[in-house]
Structures are given as C-alpha cells and as structure tokens.
C-alpha cells in the first residue's frame, strides 16, 4: 500500500510538471501585440497623404472649417485591408465637438488598391459586423484620391456641432466616393 501511495504521489508530481511546463514558461516564442493608436499624422507624411491634405483642407476652406493634425489618439472600425494600411489622422475644429470631426487618410500602394478598399469599407460599414459599431444614423463619406482613401463618420445624435454635416459635404466634392449599402 505504500508503494500505491508514493506511484500516486509521483504521478501527481509528473502531471503538475508537465502543467506548468505547458503554460509556456520560459518557453521562447514571439510575442503577439497590437497595434498603437494612431494620434495623428507620422513624424514624416508621404507626399501623397500631404497632397490629399491639401484637397481635403481646400475643400474645408470655403465652409470656414479648419484641418489640423490630431492631438488625441482615434481609431475608428475599420475592414482588414484599413487596419492594415498606413494611416494619418486629421481633425477638423468643431467648438461644440472638440472629440468630433476626426478625418482619417488611409495609403495604399497604387489607385486600385484604395479603390478596392473603399469599396471593402463600403461594405463593411454597411453590413454585419461593421453596422453595429456605429449610431443607427451614422452617416460615412468614403473617399478615394490617388492612392489614398478618406474616411469620415458623423451621426446627427452624437456630434453635436452643425460643422460634422458640412465637412462631410465639404469632403464629397473630393475624388471618387463610395456609398455603404442601405
């Protein structure tokens, strides 16, 4: 009976062995992160996201609204192909929304590609998974210039400043627009 004792004791030793050496300690391996938050533009801004700037502060001017970088961290829902991409942000200046009027431009590495991202983005915010992330009146002006896309959200229920409507009239005289399904 002692033997059946100490099996059991030395089994029970093995089995919390292997446990613990299953859990992965001091086991080497590549650590999985996430991405940081974007804040705003990168220390250096390709030309074509500075040129798509430029239009998108144009097409601001007219309207009296102001573009600058982003000072707060904004990521909006984004497809798998934008998650992926390089990505400035820019913020117009609302005085009754300071978090609002967040405008992202996304690169891609030709036309085609920010066509094909638009029409993924489309999609995505206007079915399944991607509906959900947003207020039911969300409304979404999907851009494409060059090589770069331009996202902008606004819902009458959570921006409360009259400019969040006149930037994303404001940003459809830009480009090529894409339309998510109703």
């Known amino acids: 009976m002692a033997t059946r004792v100490r099996v059991g004791t030395v089994g029970t030793v093995v089995v919390l062995f292997l446990l613990i ?8 391996g ?4 996430f991405p940081p938050s974007s804040i705003g ?30 000072k707060r961290p904004f990521r909006p829902p984004e497809s798998a192909s934008l998650a992926g991409a ?3 942000v820019f913020q117009v200046l609302l005085p009754a929304d300071p978090d609002g009027g967040n405008i992202i431009v996304y690169e891609f590495r030709d036309s085609a ?16 998974a991607g509906r959900i992330q947003f207020p039911p009146d969300a409304q979404h002006a999907i851009r494409e210039l060059g090589t770069t896309l331009i996202v902008y ?11 969040s409507k006149a930037i994303a009239e404001a940003l459809g005289t830009i480009g090529i627009g894409f339309a998510p399904p109703r």
Do not use: F, H, M
């Open 86 to 88: 390089p990505r400035a």
């Open 153 to 163: 959200s606004w819902s009458t229920s959570n921006s409360p400043d009259p400019g």
């Open 21 to 28: 050496g299953g859990c992965g300690i001091g086991a080497p």
């Open 30 to 33: 590549k650590v999985v992160t």
């Open 41 to 70: 533009p990168a220390a250096t801004v390709s030309p074509a996201v500075a040129q798509t700037r430029a239009a998108i502060a144009a097409a601001l001017a007219p309207s009296s609204l102001q573009l600058e970088d982003a």
């Open 113 to 128: 590609a920010a066509v094909d991202a638009g029409n993924e983005i489309a999609g995505y915010i206007g079915t399944g």
